[in-house]
């Protein structure tokens, strides 16, 4: 099969899986131009409140795909640094699902992502000091945001890979779980991001990822949303809340 970007929706979660077995879902150039259109079809779903991250069979992603990036380095780059960019932009929660390897490129993606569930044993590493390349400003910011200067710089300059103990000890995953029970926990979990409000969540992924330019802009979206008034009504009549409030609206 060729390398692709599969996905469907379910139950209001959009899971978008990373298929190039052959290669431990290495991303191929057209895979990289693929995300970005995809995300933003994605995000203009109304009935999409979430969305999963994932790899085919037993990996996440083993990085880009070299052999279709034998061109400038800066243009294999740019596609890549797109993708993570647009993968960050996306308006609703996203939750990247990490098994076996999630490196290089696969680890930018993940990073991406507003949070990270992992199978235990699954191996994490940035590893541009292999090739010689200088890893995307952006990039470094977003993963030093996340781990922190010292853990990031260990990354960056080693390009050693760690395991699930440490990526969770540093913060660059949220939770580690058994491989048998990490696919009910991910559906346990994403049913909750989806019964949330969206309100909330957009609101808050702006202010914790740094925007200081929309303050006014979600006061008004909360005044008129009704999404405080039911939530309080549904709070007191002991009911799910019906939240209508949507990032498409």
């Known amino acids: ?124 590493g940035v590893t541009p000091a292999k090739l010689g390349i200088v890893y995307a400003a952006s990039s470094t910011r977003r993963l030093v945001a996340l781990v922190g200067p010292a853990a990031a710089k260990y990354l960056l300059f080693s390009g050693e890979l760690i395991d699930t ?12 779980l058994p ?7 991910v559906a346990e979990f994403t049913a909750i991001l989806a019964s949330r409000s969206q309100l909330t969540q957009a609101s808050a992924k702006e202010f914790a990822d740094g925007r200081t330019d929309r303050d006014a802009h979600w006061t008004e979206q909360a005044r008129g949303s009704g999404e405080t008034a039911e939530g309080v009504s549904a709070f007191l009549e002991r009911r799910a809340p019906r939240f209508t409030w949507t990032t498409t609206g």
């Open 1 to 124: 099969m060729e390398p692709q970007l599969l996905h469907d929706v379910t139950d209001a979660v959009a899971t978008v899986v990373i298929d190039h077995p052959a290669k431990r879902n290495a991303m191929t150039a057209a895979m990289w131009a693929a995300l970005p259109p995809l995300l933003d079809r994605l995000a203009a779903d109304p009935g999409v409140r979430a969305l999963v991250l994932t790899g085919a069979g037993g990996t996440f992603c083993a990085g880009a795909d070299i052999s279709t990036l034998r061109g400038s380095s800066a243009t294999a780059q740019g596609l890549a640094v797109a993708a993570e960019e647009a993968l960050a932009a996306f308006p609703k929660p996203t939750l990247a699902v990490i098994r076996g390897h999630c490196v290089g490129g696969g680890a930018q993606l993940a990073t991406a992502c507003d949070l990270r569930f992992a199978e235990r044993g699954a191996l994490f």
């Open 179 to 185: 491989d048998a029970e990490l696919t009910k926990r």
């Open 165 to 176: 103990e440490r990526a969770l000890r540093t913060g660059m995953v949220d939770e580690v």
